[in-house]
């Protein structure tokens, strides 16, 4: 089955400091993978994917992602944070088995971001 | 604005009582998705629906129920089958199904069993 995991529940980061939120996975065939953010009490936003091509992704609020085959991760980095970067962070996969299609979430790591 | 829009925001139920959230989408998207958010759990899938009246459960069916008689709309009833139903309801949708594009998603009802 496909899933995914972010192994660190929060991360504390000062401003202006680069930022990393991990994340591993597990499938059978090739990854579709993304990553989303929730303020709180709202729905969930779309920051990034990868499907095919460059290891390295480009996503909204200037957030990227690097995908590493051997390594099976798909790790959520920033140059510089910011403060309102803070927010809960979900890692996802595409289950597209058995003539089904979803997405697949992680448990979500809190950002943390200090002025 | 195109969106998608659930409600109500915030509702309180006695236990016993079935409840049902709306979620309505001017996407014109295909395909549509509840997710259950409990903290710590992240996002668990309760059912989704690919097409007009057809739906497939998810993960955590037990005590739920939807139907997807138009393609803009898709309610979900937590029946009182449904054993600890206080959590953050999410409702989503995307163009269409083994698409790879991206959920979009509601603002999200909170339920509470008192």
């Known amino acids: 089955a496909q899933s995914v995991a972010q192994p660190e529940d929060q991360v504390n980061v000062a401003e202006g400091n680069p930022l990393t939120v991990k994340c591993t996975y597990s499938v059978s065939g090739n990854p579709y993978l993304f990553w989303y953010v929730q303020y709180p009490n709202r729905g969930l936003q779309f920051l990034l994917k990868y499907i095919t091509g460059d290891n390295l992704v480009k996503g909204s609020y200037g957030f990227e992602a690097e995908f590493n085959k051997s390594q099976t991760s798909f790790h959520l980095k920033k140059p510089s944070a910011l403060v309102s970067d803070s927010a809960l962070y979900f890692c996802a996969v595409r289950d597209g088995s058995y003539n089904t299609d979803k997405l697949i979430f992680g448990t979500g790591t809190r950002l943390q971001v200090f002025p | 604005d195109g969106g998608i829009t659930q409600s109500p925001k915030y509702l309180f139920r006695k236990e016993g009582q079935n409840v049902t959230l709306s979620c309505e989408q001017n996407l014109n998207h295909d395909a549509m998705y509840w997710y259950r958010q409990d903290p710590g759990q992240g996002l668990r899938l309760i059912y989704y629906?690919?097409?007009?009246?057809?739906?497939q459960k998810g993960d955590i069916a037990e005590g739920y129920s939807v139907s997807r008689e138009k393609k803009e709309s898709f309610p979900l009833t937590v029946t009182s089958a449904q054993k600890n139903p206080t959590a953050f309801y999410l409702c989503?949708?995307?163009?269409?199904?083994?698409?790879?594009?991206?959920?979009?998603f509601g603002e999200g009802s909170r339920l509470t069993v008192l």
């Open positions: 629906s690919q097409i007009v009246n057809d739906f």
């Open positions: 989503a949708s995307s163009l269409a199904w083994l698409n790879t594009g991206e959920l979009f």
